[in-house]
Nanobody, 113 residues
Framework: QVQLVQSGGGLVQPGGALRLSCAAS????????MGWYRQAPGKQRELVAR???????DYANSVLGRFTISRDNAKNTVYLQMNNLKPEDTAVYYC???????WGQGTQVTVSS
């Protein structure tokens, strides 16, 4: 059974940084693509960043140059480093085994002064 447990998130001022973690069990991350999605109130869930099994990364235009997705194979954990955060980054963030129904529990990120 696949389980994704998220940590990190919280309240940060504009321009600040946060790191989200997603620890996986029941699945080996380096043979699966992983993604980070977010959903803001009243909006659809959107893909923010993804990393393929080969380590190739891809980002939404809105976060390009500010967010970095990475993976620690030894810890079976995927990360999302978020720098220069903006109020429009406020959302609930979810990790996902790409193209499956395996999701983390979600974590709130609020960017506000």
């Amino acid at each position: 059974q696949v389980q994704l447990v998220q940590s990190g998130g919280g309240l940060v001022q504009p321009g600040g940084a946060l790191r989200l973690s997603c620890a996986a069990s029941g699945i080996i991350l380096n043979i699966n693509g992983m993604g980070w999605y977010r959903q803001a109130p009243g909006k659809q869930r959107e893909l923010v960043a993804r990393i393929s099994s080969l380590g190739n990364t891809d980002y939404a235009n809105s976060v390009l140059g500010r967010f970095t997705i990475s993976r620690d194979n030894a810890k079976n954990t995927v990360y999302l480093q978020m720098n220069n955060l903006k109020p429009e980054d406020t959302a609930v963030y979810y990790c996902n085994v790409l193209y499956t129904d395996n999701w983390g529990q979600g974590t709130q990120v609020t960017v506000s002064s």
